[in-house]
C-alpha cells in the first residue's frame, strides 16, 4: 500500500502542476521544432531504407535460429564464436511511415502508421512470417506492424496518442523529435525502448514537457485479471537555456503467473526469456503469481544539441523495487517470495572540438547493482528493464559500442555481451570511449571507440571482467540523409566467461568475437 500511495501522490502532484502551468505559456511556442507543426499535405508518407554486408564470427548453433536472433552472446539463443567458421551475410530492411492529418480537423487529428520489411538476402520464398522472403521468386508475406496510432490535440500543448505507439524512457515527443535525441537524454531506452499499445498524454512546452501513459503489454484471457500493464508519468523542466532537469516513476503491473509472450519463450520473471535475453531469471515455483515493479528516478542533460558551447552533458539515477508474491493451491493468499531493489546510474560527457557534433570526444559510464545469491534470501538487489518482458524491449544503443553493449545498426541478428543493464543479475560497472572526426564538414565522418566493462559480481566459477572492445566507423553523405558507413570491432573475452554459466556451450573460455561490414542509409522523403 505505501508503493501505491507514493505514486498516486506523486501523479496527482505532477498532474496537477502541468495544468496549472498551462494558461502560464506566454514566450513559448510548443512543440519541439526538429519537425515542422504542420505538414503541406494531407496525406505524407516517407521510407527508411538499410542494407549491409556482413563479416563475423559470431552463429547460433541451432539451426533453426536462420532468422532473427536476439539477445546475449553465448546466451540460450545459442549464439558462439569461432576460429574457423564465419558469418558472411547481406540482409536488408525498409520501414515505411505513413501520415494522414485531414484538413477538416486543422491539425487537431492525425493518424501515423509504420510498417517493417526485414531479411536476409537469399533467405526464404513462397511463405509467410516476418524477417524472410528475399530467395529466388521472393513472394513472401513478412510485412510486420510497427505503429498503428492516432494523435489528437484536445488544447494548445496537448497531445493524445491512442494506439499502437512508440514506448520510449524519455519525456520527449516520439513523432517530433529525432532518434539520436532518445538514445542521448533522459533514460536512454536502456529500461523502455520499444513499441506498445495504450494511451500517452502529454502537454510540451520550451520550458516543461510531461507525460502521462499507461500501456497494456499482454493481456492474455480477457475475462481474467491476468494481464500486464504499464504506467508511465514523467516530466522535464528546462531550468535554463542549457540545462534541463527531469523526474519519473514508472510501475509494471504483473498479474499474468508467466502467460503471453514471445513466441515459446513466454515472458515474465521466470520465464526462458530472461535467459535469452541476458536478463535476471526469478527461481520461482509453478505456482501462480503476481508482481508489482516501481521504477522512480531523475534526469538531467546539459546542451543537448551541442551548439550553445563545445560540453555537453547527461546523465541518469533509477532505483527498481517491488516483489513478486505467490499462492500455493492450497493457500488462500498471495504471499511475497521475493523482493526487488536495484540501483542504475548513467553519467555521459562530450566536448565538441571541432565544427560540427562530428568533431567530439565523448565519454559514457554505466553503474548498475548486481546481486551475490540470486533470490535465495527472498531478495533481488539487480536491474530490471522491459527485456523481462519483450525482445527486445529495452535497447541500450547510444554508447557507441557494438559487440560489449548493443549497436543499432542492425536488421535480423541484435546479439551483446551485455545486451541488458542486469548483466543477467550480476550488475555491471563499464563505459565507452569515442573520438569522431569529420574530415569534410557535414560529408565525411570517422569514429574510434573503446568500451569495457566488469561484472559487480562474479559468475561461479568466472571472474569479474567482461571484457575489453574496440571499435572504428567512416562514413561518407552523398545527399541529404544518404549515407554509406564501414564498421569494424573487435572484443577481447574476460574470466567472467570462464564460468559453466555465461560461457554457453564452449568447454573453455570461447573465442573473442569480431565484426565488420559496410551499409547504406537513406531516409527518403
Not at 100 to 113: E, M
Not at 134 to 151: G, K, P
Amino acid at each position: 500500500m505505501r508503493y501505491k500511495f507514493i505514486a498516486s501522490c506523486f501523479f496527482i502532484f505532477s498532474f496537477a502542476y502541468t495544468v496549472a502551468q498551462s494558461n502560464d505559456v506566454d514566450g513559448f511556442k510548443g512543440f519541439d521544432k526538429i519537425i515542422p507543426q504542420k505538414a503541406n499535405k494531407q496525406f505524407q508518407s516517407y521510407f527508411y531504407f538499410y542494407q549491409q554486408n556482413v563479416a563475423m564470427n559470431i552463429y547460433p548453433e541451432n539451426d533453426f535460429l536462420k532468422g532473427q536472433i536476439v539477445g546475449r552472446l553465448f546466451g540460450n539463443n545459442t549464439t558462439t564464436t569461432s576460429t574457423s567458421i564465419k558469418a558472411l551475410y547481406a540482409e536488408q530492411r525498409l520501414i515505411p511511415f505513413f501520415i494522414y492529418s485531414p484538413q477538416i480537423f486543422d491539425g487537431r487529428a492525425t493518424l501515423r502508421a509504420s510498417f517493417e520489411i526485414d531479411w536476409t538476402w537469399g533467405d526464404a520464398s513462397y511463405g509467410t512470417g516476418g524477417n524472410f522472403g528475399s530467395a529466388i521468386s521472393a513472394d513472401q508475406v513478412n510485412l510486420q506492424t510497427q505503429n498503428i496510432e492516432a494523435e489528437f490535440v484536445p488544447w494548445k500543448f496537448w497531445t493524445v496518442n491512442i494506439g499502437l505507439q512508440r514506448m520510449f524512457d524519455t519525456p520527449h515527443d516520439p513523432y517530433r523529435s529525432i532518434f539520436d535525441k532518445f538514445t542521448q537524454t533522459g533514460y536512454r531506452l536502456a529500461f523502455w525502448g520499444t513499441d506498445g499499445v495504450g494511451v500517452s498524454i502529454r502537454r510540451q512546452t520550451d520550458r516543461h514537457k510531461s507525460k502521462f501513459g499507461m500501456y497494456k503489454l499482454y493481456e492474455n484471457n480477457v475475462e481474467l485479471n491476468d494481464d500486464v500493464t504499464l504506467f508511465e508519468l514523467n516530466h522535464q523542466y528546462a531550468a535554463t537555456k542549457l540545462w534541463n532537469i527531469g523526474a519519473s516513476i514508472y510501475h509494471v503491473r504483473d498479474f499474468s503467473s508467466g502467460k503471453g509472450g514471445v513466441s515459446i519463450l513466454g515472458q515474465g520473471f521466470a520465464s526462458p526469456l530472461t535467459n535469452y535475453n541476458g536478463t535476471y531469471h526469478f527461481s520461482l515455483s509453478p505456482d501462480p503469481y503476481k508482481g508489482n515493479v516501481f521504477w522512480t528516478g531523475m534526469y538531467f542533460s546539459r546542451n543537448e544539441e551541442m551548439m550553445h558551447d563545445p560540453w555537453n552533458l547527461s546523465g541518469f539515477v533509477n532505483y527498481n523495487f517491488g516483489n513478486v508474491k505467490q499462492k500455493a493451491v492450497q493457500d488462500a493468499n498471495y504471499k511475497t517470495v521475493t523482493t526487488i531493489g536495484g540501483l542504475a546510474a548513467n553519467l555521459r560527457a562530450a566536448y565538441r572540438y571541432g565544427q560540427t557534433t562530428g568533431d567530439a570526444i565523448s565519454v559514457d559510464a554505466l553503474l548498475t547493482t548486481g546481486d551475490n545469491d540470486g533470490n535465495l534470501d527472498k531478495k533481488y538487489n539487480g536491474v530490471i528493464t522491459a527485456n523481462t518482458w519483450g525482445s527486445p524491449g529495452a535497447i541500450f544503443i547510444g554508447s557507441g559500442a557494438y559487440l560489449l553493449f548493443p549497436h543499432g545498426n542492425v536488421v535480423n541478428r541484435f546479439v551483446a555481451a551485455v545486451p541488458d543493464l542486469s548483466n543477467m543479475g550480476y550488475g555491471i560497472a563499464g563505459g565507452t570511449l569515442n573520438i569522431a572526426h569529420d574530415f569534410i564538414p557535414h560529408k565525411l565522418h570517422t569514429k574510434f571507440g573503446f568500451a569495457a566493462a566488469s561484472s559487480m559480481v562474479a559468475p561461479y566459477g568466472g571472474g569479474n571482467f567482461i571484457g575489453l572492445e574496440t571499435n572504428a566507423k567512416i562514413g561518407y553523405d552523398f545527399g541529404a540523409f544518404l549515407t554509406a558507413e564501414v564498421h569494424a570491432a573487435s572484443m577481447q573475452l574476460g574470466d567472467f566467461y570462464d564460468s559453466n554459466i555465461t560461457k554457453g556451450s564452449n568447454a573453455a573460455r570461447p573465442v573473442n568475437p569480431w565484426m565488420a561490414f559496410a551499409c547504406l542509409k537513406w531516409l527518403i522523403f
